[in-house]
Structure formats: structure tokens, C-alpha cells
């Protein structure tokens, strides 16, 4: 068995060391990543990061593609979605999405708006709904707005499914778990 020291270092320059058992590759995925604008680079980076270190905890291996959609695409190809885009995403295990849209475009025209890439993707990876779960954790239950007993517990999942036009969104789909 062979044991490998992993030192983290954190957004906040803190570190953290790990250590692992390495494994040979159970499994192996690609993954499309696209950062996209605003904060969405940052959330991908550390994403893809814990990706990495759970898997290697388990055997799993990545290779990931970076893409560029919304706001950064417009401004590096002059268009919301390139193609390229679409295609790596097809071909890949999964998509990770960051963030998409920001002040700098939305003067644009519909057809050049940030969001307009995201609105683009869907149809053409053939998805249409939009999972939010929300979870109120013990340790937090005192910091919601709601009473603590009417946020205590909560466990729900919202589905937001385009049930209109293009940027129609419809109306949320409320599921809760008893």
C-alpha cells in the first residue's frame, strides 16, 4: 500500500495537509468546465480541486475540458456559445457550469446577451430542468430568517423546468421530502 501526503492550500492561504491511499484508477471521466463570468471561475477552480482530491480518495480519475460560454465567449469569439463548446460538452461524462451573465452585457442585443449561451445549452445537450436543493442545517436553523420552528427540518428540492418560450423559465415545481 502505497500512502501519499496531499497539502492543500485555501482560498484564504491557509493549508491543509492530507493524507491518501493511492489506489489505481477504478474509474475514469471527463468533464467539461465552464467557468463562465463573475464569480464562476473561482467556484469551478475549487470545484474541480475537491473533484481531485475525493477521487483520488476513491480511485477515480478526471480529465477535464475548460470551454468558454456566456460573457467570456462573447469576448474572446464574439458569440454567447461557440460551437466548440457544444460539441466538448457533448462528448463529455458531465458538465460543470459556474456562473453566466454580468453588467458588461447586458446592453447587448438578445442574440449577444451572456445568458443567451446558457439558454443555447440547454436544448443542445437535451436538458431542461434545473435541480436547487435546500437543506437547512442544524448549525444554521437559528441563523434563517423563519422561525426556528417553521426552518428546522426543511429538506426540499425545487425543479425549475423551461415550460415556455426560449428564456421562459415557468413556474418552480416544489418536491418535499418527508
Given amino acids: 500500500m502505497k500512502i501519499q501526503t496531499v ?6 492561504n491557509s493549508m491543509r495537509t492530507f493524507h491518501r491511499t493511492l489506489s489505481s484508477s477504478l474509474a475514469s471521466y471527463t468533464i467539461t468546465l465552464l467557468p463562465g463570468d463573475g464569480i464562476g471561475p473561482e467556484v469551478i477552480s475549487f470545484t474541480k480541486d475537491v473533484l ?3 477521487g483520488s480518495f476513491e480511485g477515480i480519475t478526471y480529465e477535464f475540458r475548460e470551454m468558454l460560454l456566456g460573457g467570456t465567449a462573447l469576448d474572446a469569439t464574439g458569440v454567447p456559445m461557440p460551437d466548440e463548446t457544444l460539441a466538448v460538452s457533448k462528448q463529455s ?13 447586458d446592453k447587448n442585443e438578445k442574440h449577444l446577451k451572456s445568458e443567451t449561451g446558457l439558454l443555447q445549452l440547454r436544448p443542445g445537450l437535451q436538458v431542461f430542468a434545473n435541480l436547487r ?11 434563517s430568517t423563519l422561525k426556528k420552528e417553521v ?6 428540492m425545487v425543479v425549475r423546468e423551461p415550460t415556455g418560450g426560449q ?5 418552480p415545481l416544489i418536491i418535499l421530502n418527508f
Avoid: C, M, R
Fill in 93 to 105: 461524462d458531465a458538465v460543470l457550469l459556474g456562473a453566466i451573465g454580468g453588467y458588461k452585457w
Fill in 52 to 54: 481531485v482530491l475525493t
Fill in 7 to 12: 497539502l492543500l492550500k485555501f482560498h484564504n
Fill in 133 to 143: 436543493p435546500a437543506t437547512v442545517f442544524p448549525q444554521l436553523v437559528d441563523a
Fill in 151 to 156: 426552518a428546522e427540518g426543511v429538506d426540499l
Fill in 167 to 171: 428564456s421562459s423559465f415557468g413556474s
